[in-house]
């Protein structure tokens, strides 16, 4: 029986397209790598956000909460505090934050569509095995931004790709990013107690079953990739399967971990922060703007576009990570905060301090918006994605 996506309005007995013109991306990727990070522009930066305005989003979400946690008239007082504390902002601002805000729906959307899809892709078991895949639900199967997915649907939506097609490749990328995270919060790595607002997958479970359920994720992410009935060419199917593996592997996310590592014991270079960073976090996100190039029948100066945007995005949301870890809230982003200066981990904010990083963050965010005006409208969601990553509080 197909399953029907509700994210996706197109019909669902469209026949997968043949992919013309497949190019190898280490070609394209090569320029964007970390050796050539630092060439991105420093130019006069557009008026999209500020120091201010971040302080003043964050002071916005403090007044949300108190006046929801002490009205009954949740609604009415939300607008009201929101209206006071961005009282000061300009128009340009306050349309920025509007477009932002009309994403809300739109992530919930892709949510609830991927833990349905990962559901079905992680069934509960009736053996001596369920532990382990009572494990992998409870970490995959939770509040989480579903940030990739929601870029994999996004990007291949504009690209006109197979919705079925499209499922699968949002499920695997959040295994593998879910992997990540369960092995990142481990005893050996980050020691870490909350993820996603709830206790981490070892705190929950143990630490041996919480590795294995790490490498049940990451599996299972090939598995429905390259099962016959994935909607896919075979091609097709092993240029995506041979992207994720690079991204995920010690040429990408991996690599990145070690680095972090290394930027525990030591101040990391500029050089070498922009580095870690493009692989630890860059590489998924960009697997999640390429993917749906290879079911798709996109030019050249497309697949060119996704690329250096991806790159950028990376950057981008990085940036704002450490921010947040800096200042944030540990309610709202659902992790614990102030880590980072507590491992005395290399990071942008112990590079720039946290003003010069707000400032760096709005120059990536408007040369990531010009990558996309080559797709026009089409991009409109993708740009309001760029606005909000920039501006985000979890």
Known sequence: ???????????????????????????????????????????????????????????????????????????????????????????????????????????????????????????????????????????????????RPFLVWTVGQMLDCLPEALSRIACAVEMVHTYSLIHDDLPAMDNDTLRRGKPTCHIAFDEATAILAGDGLLTKAFEILSEPNCPMLAQQKCRIICELAKCAGASGMIGGQMIDMYGETKQLSEEEIYQMQALKTGKLLHFSCIAPCFISNCPMEEKIALVEYAHLLGILFQMTDDLLDAWGDEQTIGKSVRKDAKANKSTFVSLYGTEKTVERVQEICKQALEKLEIFGERAALLKSLTEYIAVRDK
């Open 1 to 147: 029986m197909t399953k029907k996506n509700s994210y996706s309005s197109q019909t669902q007995n469209k026949k997968p397209k043949k992919s013309a013109n497949i190019i190898s991306f280490d070609e394209i990727a090569s320029r964007f790598e970390p050796k050539s990070r630092l060439s991105i522009s420093t130019g006069t930066p557009a008026n999209i956000i500020s120091f201010d305005f971040l302080k003043a989003l964050s002071q916005a979400h403090e007044a949300e909460d108190f006046m929801q946690a002490d009205t009954s008239d949740g609604t009415k007082s939300l607008k009201k505090s929101r209206t006071t504390a961005f009282a000061h902002l300009s128009p340009e601002l306050l349309s920025v934050l509007s477009r932002v805000d009309q994403l809300t729906n739109k992530f919930e959307i892709v949510r609830t569509q991927t833990n349905e899809d990962l559901n079905h892709f992680l069934p509960e078991q009736n053996d001596l095995t369920n532990r382990v895949w009572e494990a992998m639900r409870y970490s995959a199967l939770s509040d989480g931004k579903a940030l």
